[in-house]
């Protein structure tokens, strides 16, 4: 009882954040015990402890790195066993615990709606049990509907219906919740020249990467076309803005790839081949991972455009990392506003808080010293070209799993970095930033201000 109460009362002195973050390496943990069983493994593999630790790592951050070929070192029940991790780290462990709270009976209290706020990067403590429950359910339905749609189509490629909506399973649940896993061996390869699995994947990947607040809104406007409402619907600022950045990212990703591209891997290819390379490729650095093609064939300038993409991931309260679409939007946006003389962000009939766009560019600027410095360090141990680190390093922090072929290869040193990173863009950078500061205390006193030169 004593070990007990003295648990009880560091877990009461311990923050949210800090709660949150234990939760995540347990999960790592519990993972890569779960990993280690033999009965997952084929038979005849014998995986080392660095090896299951980093594809937990990968794979609670639902990102996809690699360092061992999945369908040849899992079985069936490894498949299912790696679907459960990403369920655990896409959809949240303040999510799925808070539906498993509610089975049993259990009374969603103060603190369990605290963890769920910093675990959703919500800004309050209203609607999150309701919220939760509207994130299971849309995101469980999505990988359903995208099993069976898979599943179905995939009898026409394996020879019976276990291997088809085995496949159909994984790759939705993969997909859905941007893990960038697959059990082809090869990623979506296979598929290159097959445009219908391919857009059922990209319309997976996009599900997942452009925020549960999004998909709760886009619910509620058709519920209220359903019930044919007179009264106009009106998205938030956040979806707004989450939305338009979000696609105009994969509109100027694809752009950008079928230009730098177009005297160099699309030059022997038909228009629709080199649309859909383009268009794949720009979807799946929001934070997907999969792939229809090698992308270390693309040229240098095409593999650094492809590292931004990665850089700045998916939306938040989403399955994806990175620094975060709406941090982009607000930086870009502080930008130009700046440029023009306003001291003020107006869009949409709003302004943004001054607050956010000083978060904004914390985020930014951590991030990048970040990614910078793990790029110099990587370049230092690894005796990789500087643009595979840096496609690493960018891939890693986004949560997106494209890699230029160099995981398996590196060190120990640069997986337990490359790992660092993975989780880091899971969590997000706040709680990283908030786990390193102190206790939070009001200045009693001020000095006089001065100002500096800057720029």
């Not at 090896?51 to 937990?56: E, Q, R």
């Not at 979807?283 to 090698?294: N, Q």
């Not at 064939?297 to 991931?313: A, D, E, H, N």
Request: neutral net charge.
């Amino acid at each position: 009882m004593n070990l007990l109460s003295r648990q009880f009362k560091i877990s009461k002195q311990l923050s949210t954040i800090h709660l949150i973050v234990l939760f995540y390496l347990a999960a790592v943990g519990i993972s890569t015990l779960l990993l280690s069983i033999p009965l997952l493994h084929e038979e005849g593999v014998n995986l080392s402890f660095i090896d299951v630790f980093f594809t937990a790592v990968s794979a609670i951050s639902v990102t996809g790195l690699s360092v061992i070929n999945i369908s040849e070192s899992f079985n069936g029940f490894g498949y299912i066993a790696l679907t459960i991790v990403f369920q655990l780290g896409g959809i949240g462990i303040m999510t799925l615990g808070t539906f498993i709270w509610i089975l049993f009976g259990k009374k969603i209290g103060l603190r369990e709606r605290q963890l769920i706020q910093v675990d959703q990067n919500r800004t309050t403590l209203s609607g999150l049990v309701s919220l939760m429950i509207k994130i299971f359910k849309i995101i469980i339905g999505i990988e359903l509907v995208g099993t069976l749609v898979l599943g179905t189509y995939f009898l026409t490629y394996f020879d019976t219906w276990q291997q088809a909506f085995m496949h159909g399973f994984f790759g939705s649940v993969s997909a859905t919740t941007n893990a960038g896993f697959d059990i082809t061996g090869n990623s979506l390869i296979p598929f290159a020249n097959d445009y219908f699995v391919q857009f059922v994947n990209i319309m997976l990947l996009i599900l997942g990467a452009v925020g549960f607040p999004v998909l709760i809104e886009v619910q509620e406007l058709i519920k209220g076309v359903y019930k044919d409402t007179n009264e106009k619907y009106t998205f938030s600022l956040f979806t707004k803005i989450t939305t338009i950045t979000f696609f105009g990212l994969i509109v100027i990703g694809t752009i950008s790839i079928l230009f730098l591209e177009r005297n160099a891997f699309f030059l022997d290819k038909a228009w629709h081949e080199s649309f859909f390379y383009s268009f794949f490729q720009s979807v799946t650095t929001r934070s997907g991972g999969l792939a229809t093609m090698d992308v270390g064939l693309f040229s240098v300038p095409t593999q650094l455009v492809l590292s931004v993409l990665m850089f700045i991931g998916a939306s938040p309260s989403s399955v994806g990392g990175g620094i975060r679409t709406t941090t982009f939007a607000i930086m870009m946006l502080a930008i130009f506003n700046y440029a023009k003389g306003n001291s003020s962000i107006k869009i949409f009939g709003r302004e943004i808080d001054p607050e956010d766009i000083t978060r904004s560019f914390i985020v930014i600027s951590t991030a990048t010293m970040l990614c910078m410095g793990s790029i110099i360090v990587l370049a230092q141990t690894e005796p990789f070209p500087i643009i595979s680190i840096i496609f690493e390093v960018c891939s890693a922090f986004g949560t997106t799993g494209l890699s230029l072929g160099i995981t398996a290869d590196l060190s120990v040193f640069g997986k337990l970095v490359i790992m660092f990173l993975m989780f880091v863009g899971r969590i997000g950078i706040f709680s990283f930033l908030f786990l390193l500061r102190g206790k939070v205390s009001k200045d009693l006193f001020h000095y006089p201000t001065e100002r500096v030169i800057i720029g």
